[in-house]
C-alpha cells in the first residue's frame, strides 16, 4: 500500500510539472516568451534574413538535420547550412558562398559579414558585381576618391574593372551577386547607387505581386535584381518555365516554393537556386508581406 501511495505521489509531481511548464511562457509546446522590452523595441526591416525564425540554433537538438536540399536544377539553401570562412582578398571579412558554378549556374551569390574595420578586395577581371545591404552600413569610396554610404535596403551595382572600395567601420552583411560580364556591341555598364524605396512599381499584367527592378531595362546590363513583394495569401499566377537562371533571397515573411516536383515551406534567410526550366512558383503564407530579392539573366541570347 505504501508503494502505492509513493507512486501516486510521484505521479502528481510530475504531472504538475508538466501542467506547469504547458502553461508558462517557455513550456515545452510554447515559444519563447517575448518581454515587454522586445516588443517596443522596433526590430530593423530585414531583421529575420539574419535572425530567422527556425534558426539554426533551434535545430542543435536534432543532429544531422537540415531543411536545405540540392538537386540537379535547383536548391535551398537554408541558415543552419551557411559555412563561413574568410572571403579572399576582403579583410576582417567571412563569407558564405550559396550558389556559385559548381552547381550550374553562370553567377555567383555570397553573403559578406563584415566585422569591426573591414574592407573589401576587388572581383576578378571582367566581373560585374553587385551589393545589397541586409544589416548595418558600409562606405563606398571609387576612383574619383569620392565616398557614399549604403544602408539597409540601399544597392550599389559595380561594372566590370571598376575599381571601388566597401568599407565598415562597425559590422554590416550584405548579400553579393557576381559574374563575368557578357558584353554585347558597344553597350557599357555604369555606376549604380540606389534603394528600393527609390524604384518604381511596374506593371505585372496578371499578376498581383508588386515588382521593382533595381537596374535599367537598357540592353547593356545582362542581368537584373528584382524585388517583389506579396501579401500573405497572394502567389504567382503564372507557374513559370524558362531558359533564365534564379538566384533567390527571401526577405522577409514566409510561404510555399515549388520548384520542379518539390513543395517547400520558406521563410526570410532562406536562399534559393533556380537552373533554367525548373518549374517554380509561390505562395505567401502568414499574416505579413512576403518579400524576395531575385537575380535574372537577361537582353543576352541564351544560345
Known amino acids: 500500500m505504501r508503494s502505492l501511495h509513493l507512486i501516486a505521489f510521484f505521479f502528481i509531481i510530475i ?4 501542467v506547469k511548464a504547458s502553461k508558462s511562457d517557455d513550456g515545452f ?15 530593423p526591416i530585414y ?28 536548391a535551398l539553401i537554408t541558415p543552419e547550412s551557411h559555412v563561413y570562412s574568410p572571403l579572399p582578398d576582403w579583410t576582417n571579412t567571412l563569407g558564405a558562398y550559396l550558389i556559385t558554378p559548381a552547381m550550374g549556374s553562370h553567377f555567383v551569390m555570397y553573403f559578406a559579414k563584415m566585422k569591426e574595420m573591414s574592407s573589401s578586395g576587388l572581383p576578378p577581371k571582367d566581373m560585374e558585381r553587385l551589393v545589397f545591404v541586409v544589416e548595418g552600413a558600409v562606405t563606398l569610396t571609387n576612383t574619383s576618391s569620392s565616398s557614399t554610404k549604403l544602408t539597409v535596403d540601399t544597392y550599389a551595382y559595380l561594372p566590370p ?9 562597425e559590422s554590416a552583411t550584405l548579400i553579393v551577386f ?17 534603394s528600393t ?50 538566384g533567390l533571397l527571401l526577405l522577409e515573411g514566409q510561404g ?37 530579392l531575385l537575380y535574372k539573366d537577361v537582353n543576352r541570347n541564351p544560345l
Request: hydrophobic share 35%; charged share 25%.
Open 15 to 18: 504531472i504538475s510539472v508538466f
Open 29 to 43: 509546446c510554447s515559444a519563447p516568451s517575448i518581454t515587454e522590452s522586445d516588443e517596443e523595441k522596433p526590430k
Open 47 to 74: 531583421w529575420k534574413v539574419t535572425n530567422p525564425t527556425l534558426s539554426p540554433s533551434h535545430l542543435q537538438d536534432l543532429p544531422g538535420y537540415t531543411r536545405s536540399v540540392y538537386k540537379r536544377d535547383h
Open 161 to 169: 574593372n571598376f575599381y571601388h572600395s566597401l568599407d565598415c567601420a
Open 178 to 194: 557576381e559574374r563575368r560580364y557578357e558584353r554585347l556591341g558597344s553597350h557599357t555598364t555604369e555606376l549604380i547607387v540606389g
Open 197 to 246: 524605396d527609390k524604384q518604381p512599381l511596374l506593371e505585372t499584367p496578371g499578376e498581383v505581386f508588386e515588382l521593382r527592378k533595381l537596374l535599367p531595362v537598357s540592353l547593356a546590363y545582362d542581368f537584373n535584381i528584382h524585388i517583389m513583394d506579396f501579401q500573405p495569401g497572394e502567389f504567382l499566377n503564372v507557374k513559370e518555365v524558362h531558359y533564365n537562371q534564379h
Open 256 to 292: 510555399i516554393y515549388r520548384l520542379g516536383d518539390n513543395w517547400y515551406p520558406v521563410q526570410a534567410g532562406d536562399v534559393i537556386w533556380m537552373a533554367p526550366f525548373v518549374p517554380q512558383w509561390y505562395a505567401a503564407l502568414g499574416k505579413t508581406r512576403s518579400r524576395y
